[in-house]
C-alpha cells in the first residue's frame, strides 16, 4: 500500500487547509485510515481517523470541531478539512494506514503504512 499526502501550506492563523491522502496498491488489506501531526521538539500526535465502514475518530483535545475528517470511497482517499486553524497546528501531518483490526486505533503503531508527510504552517 502506498499513501501519497499532499495540501499542506502556509495559512494565516483563523484559515483553513484541506489535506488529502490518496492509497494506492492492495488497498483492500486496509481497514481505516488517519492523519497523524508532529510539530518539531514533539511527538507523533493522534488527529483524525476513518474507517470504511464509517466510523470516525478525533483528538478531543485539540480538534474541537475545527477539523472534519471524510473519505472518497471510489478514489480511495481520505480529506481532513481544518478550519480555525491556530499556530500552535503548525506540524507536519501524515496519513496512515490500518490493517483490518477490533477498531479505529489512535496509537501510530498500529498503522502498517504511512505517507511522506506534508507541512502545515499557521502563522500568527
Known amino acids: 500500500v502506498q499513501l501519497q499526502a499532499y495540501g499542506g501550506g502556509l495559512v494565516q492563523t483563523g484559515g483553513s487547509l484541506r489535506l488529502s491522502c490518496a492509497a494506492s496498491g492492495r488497498t483492500s488489506s486496509i481497514k481505516a485510515m488517519g492523519w497523524f501531526r508532529q510539530a518539531p521538539e514533539k511527538e507523533r500526535e493522534f488527529v483524525a481517523a476513518i474507517s470504511w465502514g464509517g466510523q470516525i475518530k478525533y483528538n478531543s483535545d485539540f480538534v474541537k470541531g475545527r477539523f472534519t475528517i471524510a473519505k472518497d470511497d471510489a478514489k480511495t482517499t481520505v480529506y481532513l478539512q481544518m478550519n480555525s486553524l491556530k499556530p500552535e497546528d503548525t506540524a507536519v501531518y501524515y496519513c496512515?494506514?490500518?490493517?483490518?483490526?477490533?477498531?479505529?486505533?489512535?496509537?501510530?503503531?498500529?498503522?502498517?503504512?504511512w505517507g511522506q508527510g506534508t507541512l502545515v504552517t499557521v502563522s500568527s
Open positions: 496512515a494506514a490500518q490493517r483490518p483490526g477490533p477498531s479505529i486505533a489512535t496509537m501510530s503503531g498500529r498503522y502498517s503504512y
